[in-house]
Nanobody
Framework: QVQLVESGGGLVQAGGSLRLSCAAS????????VGWFRQAPGKEREFVAT???????????DYSDSVKGRFTISRDNTKNTVYLQMNSLKPEDTATYYC????????????????WGQGTQVTVSS
């Protein structure tokens, strides 16, 4: 079992920044790829980014309002923590952000993730 706890969410003005953290406990965290997803009110949960087991690789969502170039995922296995640095935030980034652990690299669908955190709320005001 891997337990994941997100933190770092909050209220920020458009153009601002936040850094989310995903702290893990339990089984060896370094054996899993870790991804970030988000879910806005009334919408389905969507993939944001994922990082490889050792953190050397990162993959970002590529949809119309792309986070690539604004968000950076990283991990520190010595601290059992994965980060999501979010810059140039927009109101449409408002959502609950979840981290999740997977045995699969570059997994973009929820079913491929074995463990989930409870989420942290990010609200971006205009």
């Amino acid at each position: 079992q891997v337990q994941l706890v997100e933190s770092g969410g909050g209220l920020v003005q458009a153009g601002g920044s936040l850094r989310l953290s995903c702290a893990a406990s339990g089984r060896s965290f370094s054996g899993y790829a870790v991804g970030w997803f988000r879910q806005a009110p009334g919408k389905e949960r969507e993939f944001v980014a994922t990082t490889s087991w050792r953190g050397g690789l990162a993959y970002y969502a590529d949809y119309s309002d792309s986070v690539k170039g604004r968000f950076t995922i990283s991990r520190d296995n010595t601290k059992n923590t994965v980060y999501l640095q979010m810059n140039s935030l927009k109101p449409e980034d408002t959502a609950t952000y979840y981290c999740a652990a997977s045995n699969h690299w570059r997994a973009t669908t929820e079913v491929l993730y074995n463990y989930w955190g409870q989420g942290t709320q990010v609200t971006v005001s205009s």
